[in-house]
């Protein structure tokens, strides 16, 4: 025992030294958000820390962030999702058309007056369908799952299209279903545009309830283990396809609530609604610490990836900055969040 | 300083949550062979990768030639004369023997291409000269684990390597193989390369070192002549304390027949396989590698779905399809592969370790943790676990404490039927001994367990019974009383004409 002592006690240091190498590893993405946070209030003269401003900017990446919800659910099992953009657009016509005014000449279903919870549904099972063509594509028919989704991204989105006909959107939509987009909660009477909007409630609803499924029930445990190791996880009695079917029948529906979202937001069903969205929600899961190579991830991790990705775009408008330009630095971000996953991935190897 | 090819001093090494060397010293002598031996977590391959350039070191000095040189990547381990063989040998299997020995540095043509023709002559010519019997034009994917072995050696002397390393080599091999390998080193040494020889294997240690070095825990503890030692001094030295009896197999009552299996059936693996395992019962398969013992268990568990046979387990039968039904029925397993198909690596030990029990830690899908902490921190604190944590990722851990984490696994399922596919490979005698008992303490309890094992003192040391499997078939079975090396490798071989011939 004696001569075991000093190894032991010199184990206990290294291993404080770790954890606070990995304590500040693990909260980094925090960091950087406060520090662009700070440095464009500085340079936007105050303006972009404006409540007003932080409230849109938050309420601009709730649809990213519902996304990105899935989506990390989604690559911490080692797969990818390419299709929720097209899934966007194609339950946003659905849902729409069901909630147009009645009366109106462009109104899809000349005659018919559905309540808007079944249009809100419609959109939603539109989702979980697709969802769940990529999920038996993947788990029963092994196709990877870049393969499957890309698929599905281009079926989705032309199905949107077929869906419109002539490619019109489908406006003139009931207030109650555009509440879901431009409508506030906890706001003051005299004020009806302050308080909480309503897609920031639902980003940080879903939000909540994706981080327990995450950390507290056996389907988040599962899901961490297929990432880490399928063959052992099969081993270890977990249905892998089950399980593969319900992690893209969630991304699905959460896509398609976040192409309600965007439609209530804008007032209009559009086909096209939700092109690239995809390559957003997976930048802000993965600079959100989840990573490409499974099994680690974090639901906060995403939500600060889509709030730095919201900061920076509102930033970059208010210095009167090209969108163009706004694309290129996304892209830099990117190869910098993965970058930074690599090298995470090599010092636990070595 | 010409007395030492190699010299390494005062090497320090760390690792996340783990000091893998502390202040280690090494010297190697040309023309000899030098094993290195200690538990797992030891430091003896770190140390080794370290040498090659695989890992960069820490702190401490490294002289090659009584020069000090500095080793950051694998390519200054070779400038240096320094070649590794792989435990997990690493090579492209669709290339050719000939282009893998010279990988990364072809011999080309005068107009710059590489010339396939003048590398096949070229590896032949290294083949020749060490009688090593193989086609330099074969791809490496149709070679066996020995022969591939025997390219990266010829890879390391085509290289000029003075001095080369290998790291279990013989764990994936038979033993006609391991003598054809030993035949190899002995030649090389007397053309003055120096071995650095990695095992866990007692016999062949003391069957081929000039010299031992053993260390513990990340820390040297002696550097002697093999001549000088014997095998109780080595293995008391690895430990740190003498170990009473390496296999304590301890009496079980044997109870009824828990798991029947009758007629099984799965293409050329598994032929017509029947046996049955009692409670309290240790139930060794033993054969050669290839001969079917873990295919056929992989099939009782589900992994592999059977073409036919019934499996009954208590007197039911079972639809064993998946390996959840498997888990269902309460047979667990803990497989052959601990990195491939047992741990999930990134993954924390405490849940690495409550896994397959899901079932039992939830309610209503929702995880009972405080249930969770108190099972696996009984488990850490039954089986000695060395980790900082639960929280610790399980690929820090070292390999023996990795196993002891999937044994765990399985335990908190409380299977009937523990199914364990080569318990001890490539885990340390102190963690090997821990493991043996447990099993017998497991059976002691009433659990049946079968047992895959490629190492005959561990099938004859655990096993009540023991079955014997050749060429996908159950060729023989003998009673503890009446096992020996001899009877169970007789009917291990006993291959069926057609192939004898082949």
Redesign the interface.
């Known amino acids: 025992m004696t001569?075991?002592t000093p190894?032991t006690s010199?184990?206990?240091a290294?291993?404080q030294g770790?954890q606070l190498g990995?304590f500040v590893r693990k909260y980094m993405i925090i960091g950087i958000l406060a520090l662009f946070v700070i440095v464009l209030a500085i340079m936007t003269n105050g303006n972009s820390v404006q409540p007003i401003n932080l409230v849109n900017v938050i309420r601009q990446v709730s649809a990213i962030g519902v996304i990105g919800v899935g989506m990390t659910f989604v690559i911490i099992t080692l797969g990818i999702d390419l299709s929720v953009g097209s899934i966007v657009g194609l339950s946003a016509v659905v849902a729409a058309s069901l909630v147009q005014v009645p009366g109106s000449s462009l109104v899809k279903f000349q005659g018919l007056d559905f309540p808007v919870w079944v249009g809100v549904l419609a959109g939603l099972a539109v989702g979980a369908l697709a969802g769940l063509v990529n999920g038996v594509l993947i788990a029963k028919f092994r196709l990877a799952p870049f393969i499957a989704t890309l698929g599905m991204m281009s079926i989705a989105r032309g199905l949107a299209y077929i869906y419109t006909g002539d490619g019109r959107p489908f406006s003139d939509l009931k207030p109650e279903y555009n509440f879901i987009g431009q409508g506030y909660i906890f706001n003051d009477p005299a004020q009806p545009a302050s308080g909480v909007p309503i897609p920031v409630l639902l980003f940080i609803a879903v939000s909540i309830a994706a981080t327990f499924l995450l950390n507290?029930?056996?389907?988040?445990?599962?899901t961490?283990?297929i990432g880490?190791?399928e063959?052992?996880?099969?081993?270890?009695?977990?249905?892998i396809p089950r399980m593969t079917i319900m992690i893209y029948m969630m991304s699905g529906v959460l896509a398609a609530l976040a192409g309600i979202m965007l439609s209530a937001r804008t007032g209009s069903g559009n086909s096209t609604l939700g092109q690239g969205i995809e390559l957003d929600a997976i930048t802000a899961t993965i600079i959100g610490g989840t990573?490409f190579?499974?099994?680690?991830g974090t639901i906060w991790g995403t939500v600060v990836g889509a709030l730095l990705i919201g900061v920076i775009n509102n930033g970059l408008d208010l210095m009167n900055v090209s969108p163009f330009w706004q694309i290129v630095v996304k892209g830099c971000i990117i190869i910098v969040a993965i970058i930074i996953d690599e090298r995470k991935n090599a010092?636990?190897?070595? | 300083m010409g007395e030492y090819i190699v010299e390494m001093q005062g090497i320090v090494k760390?690792?996340?949550?783990?000091?893998a060397l502390?202040d280690v010293q090494f010297k190697l002598r040309p023309g000899t062979v030098h094993s290195l031996m200690g538990e797992n977590g030891a430091g003896k391959s770190t140390l080794m990768k370290i040498l090659a350039g695989v890992?960069t070191l820490d702190e401490g000095q490294i002289f090659v030639d009584g020069k000090p040189v500095k080793i950051e990547n694998p390519r200054d381990g070779l400038a240096n004369g320094i070649s590794m063989i792989h435990q997990e040998l690493l090579f492209v299997p669709e290339l050719t023997a000939a282009e893998n020995i010279f990988l990364g540095r072809e011999i080309r043509t005068k107009s710059g291409l590489v010339s396939k023709k003048a590398m096949i002559q070229a590896a032949q010519e290294v083949f020749d000269r060490w009688h090593i019997n193989i086609d330099p034009a074969a791809q490496m994917k149709n070679l066996s684990v020995a022969q591939a072995q025997m390219v990266e050696i010829a890879k390391a002397i085509a290289f000029g390597s003075k001095i080369i390393i290998m790291d279990e080599p013989t764990s994936a091999i038979t033993e006609r193989e391991v003598a054809r390998l030993h035949d190899i080193i002995r030649q090389l040494r007397e053309a003055g390369t120096a071995i650095i020889y990695i095992t866990h294997k007692m016999d062949e240690v003391f069957a081929i070192s000039d010299e031992l070095t053993v260390f513990r825990?990340?820390?040297w503890v002696a550097t002697e002549p093999a001549a000088k030692m014997d095998r109780n001094g080595l293995i008391s030295l690895m430990v740190?304390r003498e170990l009473t009896q390496l296999f304590p197999k301890m009496e079980a009552e044997i109870g009824e027949v828990v798991l029947e299996v009758e007629g099984l059936n799965r293409g050329r693996q598994v032929k017509d396989v029947s046996f049955q395992v009692r409670r309290g019962e240790i139930l060794g398969f033993a054969g050669l590698m290839g001969s079917g013992r873990t295919e056929v268990l992989e099939t009782v568990?589900g992994?592999h779905a059977a073409e036919s046979g019934t499996i009954k387990v208590k007197g039911k039968q079972v639809k064993i399809r998946?390996?959840?039904q498997?888990?269902?029925a309460g047979i667990g397993?803990l497989?052959e592969d601990r990195k491939?198909?047992?741990?999930?690596?990134?993954?924390s030990v405490r849940?690495n370790m409550?896994?397959?029990a899901?079932?039992r830690?939830?309610r209503g899908?929702?995880?009972r943790?405080a249930e969770i902490d108190r099972e696996c921190e009984a488990q850490r604190q039954a089986l000695a676990l060395k980790t900082?944590s639960l929280n610790q990722?399980i690929?820090?851990l070292s390999g023996g404490n990795q196993q002891k984490v999937l044994l765990s696994?399985w335990l908190l399922t409380d299977p009937d039927i523990l199914i364990i596919d080569e318990p001890t490979r490539g885990i340390d005698v102190g963690a090997k001994s821990e493991i043996h008992r447990l099993m017998s303490s497991l059976a002691q309890q009433g659990k049946a367990i079968i047992m895959v094992s490629s190492e005959m003192p561990e099938i004859l040391g655990m096993s009540d019974r023991v079955v014997v499997m050749c060429e996908g078939r159950l060729v023989g079975e003998v009673s503890r009383a009446e096992a020996t090396q001899e009877n169970i490798m007789e009917l291990a071989t006993r291959f069926s004409d057609e192939s004898a011939i082949a």
Request: aromatic share 10%; glycine share 14%; net charge positive.
């Open positions: 001569n075991q190894t010199s184990i206990m290294i291993k770790f990995a507290y029930t056996k389907f988040g445990r599962y961490y283990a880490g190791n063959v052992a996880a099969r081993v270890s009695g977990i249905r990573s190579k499974g099994g680690v010092s636990k190897k070595a | 760390r690792f996340p949550g783990v000091l502390n890992y825990d990340g820390t740190g568990f992994i998946e390996p959840h498997a888990i269902a397993l497989t491939k198909t047992g741990i999930m690596g990134v993954l849940d409550s896994m397959a899901m079932g830690f939830t899908g929702i995880l943790k900082p990722q690929q820090n696994r």
